[in-house]
């Protein structure tokens, strides 16, 4: 089913800065009750320098030009990438709209053009409807220890996922 909601997704811009931090920190804080602010989460104010290097990016989704969702793929070496930052306005959500999936879809196409062989992911355990996504869309959920050396663990994450291509 095509959205009824034109909605585009291109590579992260530093004019979109302000709007990806306060879209994330929204949804973390006030949404879900994670007490994590921006300056808990530095990465944001460096996304080129952090996201967008080596098999790494960082896109948003956008609605006439009001950032809507983000997603980002972040090198780890060995051709592995770590999704993170995986956001989506509740206004913007669901099957209709279709926003986390091409967002998801973005991010696997630019895995397959950069030779990724593996994406892991970890998630909180209140993002309920994130791990049915992530479950339906092919990621498989693993222990902790799974993971390699270089995923950067989040310290409210606690559920864990691994896409092989």
């Known amino acids: 089913m095509e959205s009824k909601l034109p909605i585009e997704i291109r590579p992260f811009s530093p004019v979109y800065e302000k709007q990806v931090i306060d879209l994330i920190v929204a949804i973390q804080w006030k949404e879900f009750d994670i007490p994590i602010t921006a300056d808990d989460q530095p990465d944001l104010k ?12 960082f896109w948003v989704a956008l609605h006439n030009d009001k950032v809507v969702g983000t997603v980002s ?11 993170r930052k995986m956001f989506v306005n509740r ?11 091409k967002l998801l879809e973005i991010s696997l196409d630019w895995a397959i053009t950069h030779g990724i062989r593996k994406i892991y992911l970890g998630t909180t355990p209140q993002f309920l409807a994130a791990h049915r996504f992530y479950e339906k869309n092919g990621f498989k959920e693993i222990s902790k220890r799974d993971l ?14 691994k896409y092989v291509f």
């Open 46 to 57: 460096i996304i080129p320098e952090y996201y967008q290097k080596g098999n790494g990016n």
């Open 73 to 83: 793929l972040l090198d780890i070496g060995g051709n592995l990438v770590a999704l």
């Open 91 to 101: 206004d913007y959500r669901g099957r209709e709209i279709g926003t986390a999936q």
């Open 148 to 161: 390699p050396e270089t995923f950067p663990i989040m310290k409210v994450d606690t559920k864990f996922y």
